[in-house]
């Protein structure tokens, strides 16, 4: 007699696959859980802890489902942004943009006065980042003109403020580095104190 099944029955086809290991996640010794029971029940009293106070409050099981899955979304939406704002500031820190950074390179190849003069026009056109950035180039270069401190365009404000030892610099150097490096940059305010700054600076000497 011919059998109904010419490549044998189903079910012990069935039964060598599910025997298989390569198509088993659940332990072997009855009982046991496996990981991803063990991750859904852990995710499971966890919501079940989350919205059990507002069953309570609301006594709508639908209603509170539906807000409990409101506030996650929110939840994950708020964590979402604090991931790319941290990994903003930190490409920020670590890369800074071509404008910072070519901010010292400005007095290669002025003297003093002229740096000064491109930062007065720039602050008369609103430009208060380039004017903060030629005021502070044109001191640099007031200092090496002056004798005071050999000019270096490799050096940091940090450098600079230990070689000129000048409460006055010190704050011209304070500005130049929020205008340039800071978060808020720089607004009239700002380039009118590094002005005021950069006249007590250069003007004695």
């Not at 003297?111 to 026009?121: C, E, K, S």
């Not at 000129?164 to 704050?171: K, M, Q, T």
């Amino acid at each position: 007699m011919t059998s109904p099944w010419p490549h044998g029955d189903p079910r012990d086809v069935a039964h060598r696959i599910l025997a298989d290991r390569r198509f088993q996640i659940a332990p072997q010794r009855p009982g046991e859980k496996s990981w991803l029971e063990l991750l859904g029940d852990a995710i499971s009293a966890l919501w079940r802890r989350v919205t059990e106070p507002l069953r309570h409050v609301l006594g709508n099981q639908t209603l509170t489902t539906v807000i409990g899955i409101a506030v996650l979304v929110a939840l994950l939406a708020f964590v979402a942004i604090v991931v790319v704002r941290f990994a903003k500031g930190r490409r920020a820190k670590t890369t800074p943009d071509r404008t910072r950074m070519d901010a010292f390179a400005l007095g290669d190849d002025a003297d003093a006065r002229t740096l000064f003069a491109r930062a007065l026009a720039a602050g008369a056109q609103g430009r208060h980042h380039d004017a903060a950035a030629l005021l502070w180039a044109s001191a640099l270069r007031a200092l090496d003109e002056r004798g005071r401190v050999r000019y270096d365009a490799a050096r940091t404000p940090g450098e600079w403020r230990r070689m000129v030892r000048d409460p006055a610099f010190d704050a011209l150097a304070r500005d130049a580095v929020v205008a340039l490096f800071g978060d808020r940059g720089a607004d009239a305010a700002l380039v009118t104190r590094m002005r005021e700054s950069y006249d007590r600076v250069v003007a004695p000497a």
